[in-house]
């Protein structure tokens, strides 16, 4: 015999010796009062002992019943502690995923506004380019890049992103003007194998270039390919979204007047049976009402395009 006894009916066992009244316990289990005496009585022929004594339709525990009783109440109190201690500590933390230049660039000098109008929610942000499994990673919402479609995702999109080639007003003073895109082949560019520039160079209508990529300096990441751009480093390919601040302060310029539409574009994404979670849904509010702000802020599609 299995040392323990099927679950189901011990804990059918523990609300009728708790409540001792089998009437009682089917209520609070949502079964019917045959279906609790009918587990209670394959328990005892399991344990081969009796634990409830019946007088016509009162029951009470016997020695041995109140003696396991005791057992099994503990336990699950103890469960009943580790679950609300688990809903609880899940509750009050949010864990929000998303892109290293989107966590730098445009999440972090903002997500304290958020965590101030929700004091009970500690934030954690991880800042990673691969695309998390909610589940086995932990997280709660992430704001992603792309067309929108992950399976078993739900993503509300929160804006359309633009890129342009930017440098810092003091390199273009020093090497332009730059007549057009065209000219940009034969300009230091930063990380000149970036899909960004070759989509951007696609969009303005202009071929790649035929003599192969010059010796250049190239980075990993979108926060170090502007950082390098405003230190007079060279041409940058980056979402000027992101680096609005920095245009708007004059350390950063395009390059050359365009507008091209990245394919991709940012979504808020999050699992379908969280998506009326309070912490989940208050970000979500919260991170689609800062877009509309900075979108109506931008009629001209400057940074944030229709």
């Keep these: 015999m299995s040392s323990l006894p099927p679950l189901s009916a011990v804990r059918v066992f523990e609300a009728a010796a708790r409540l001792e009244n089998f009437t009682a316990a089917a209520q609070e289990l949502g079964m019917t009062q045959a279906a609790v005496s009918y587990q209670v009585k394959l328990l005892e022929e399991r344990l081969g002992i009796s634990l409830f004594q019946r007088a016509g339709r009162k029951v009470a525990l016997t020695d041995k019943g109140r003696e396991i009783a005791t ?137 790649a270039d035929g003599k192969g990529l010059r010796p250049a300096i190239a980075l990993d990441s979108q926060v170090m390919e502007g950082r390098a751009a405003m230190a007079g480093q060279g041409v940058a390919i980056v979402n000027p979204f992101l680096w609005k601040a920095e245009v708007e302060a004059g350390l950063l310029v395009e390059a050359v007047p365009s507008y091209v539409r990245e394919r991709a574009s940012y979504w808020v994404a999050y699992p379908p049976h969280a998506r009326n979670a309070p912490k989940v849904k208050a970000f979500r509010d919260w991170i689609g009402a800062e877009f509309a702000r900075e979108i109506a802020a931008d009629p001209d599609g400057r940074f944030l395009p229709r």
């Excluded at 933390?93 to 730098?104: D, G, P």
């Excluded at 954690?124 to 695309?131: C, F, G, L, P, Q």
Aim: hydrophobic share 45%.
């Design 71 to 207: 057992v099994v109440s503990r336990a699950f109190d103890q469960m009943r502690e580790g679950f609300a201690a688990l809903t609880q500590d899940h509750s009050t933390v949010l864990t929000i995923s998303c892109m290293n230049s989107f966590a730098h660039l445009w999440l972090a000098p903002r997500i304290g506004t958020f965590q101030m109008r929700h004091s009970g929610l500690a934030v954690r942000i991880d800042a990673t380019n691969r695309v998390v499994d909610f589940a086995r990673d932990g997280v709660d919402v992430a704001v992603r890049g792309g067309e929108g479609i992950w399976p078993g995702v739900e993503a509300k999109l929160l804006t359309h992103n633009r890129i342009a080639p930017v440098c810092s007003p003091g390199w273009l003073a020093k090497n332009g003007p730059i007549a057009d895109a065209h000219a940009l082949h034969a300009m230091p560019r930063l990380s000149p194998d970036d899909l960004w520039w070759h989509e951007w160079f696609a969009g303005v209508g202009v071929e």
